[in-house]
């Protein structure tokens, strides 16, 4: 299956659910599986597997309220908002862009004003 494949049959299989994360196929052997967690209207959140060679959806061996941490974990959730912006206003979503391009941006200004520097000639010579 492909990422698209595997999330579409778990929208069918969940009608109003949201993707929230397509994990690539886990498991060695015979059967490896998408992992893929779902979320909102109406529908709990809920982590899905979907059998990659015939594309069966099955409720995962975790779920949002028995699991440890996950993306389905209040905080973990909330961590990811912030980082991504989903769901948040247009200013935030400026804020962290401009906050992910201000360390490349710094490092080629400060490339650019190393090299445009005055050259000083060696003003200590040594002599013996």
Do not use: F, Y
């Not at 005055?118 to 013996?128: E, F, H, T, V």
């Amino acid at each position: 299956l492909t990422a698209d494949r595997a999330a579409a049959a778990v929208l069918r299989a969940r009608p109003g659910a949201r993707l929230v994360t397509v994990s690539s196929p886990v498991g060695v052997g015979q059967h490896p599986s998408w992992r893929v967690q779902v979320d909102g209207a109406g529908t709990n959140p809920a982590t899905l597997m979907v059998d990659d060679a015939s594309g069966a959806v099955r409720e995962g061996l975790e779920t949002a309220r028995s699991a440890g941490p996950q993306v389905s974990d209040p905080l973990s959730r909330k961590i990811r908002q912030v980082h991504s912006g989903d769901d948040t206003p247009l200013a935030w979503k400026a804020l962290i862009t401009v906050a992910g391009l201000a360390p490349a941006l710094l490092g080629a200004t400060g490339v650019l004003v190393w090299l445009r520097r005055p050259r000083r000639p060696n003003q200590m010579k040594l002599s013996i």
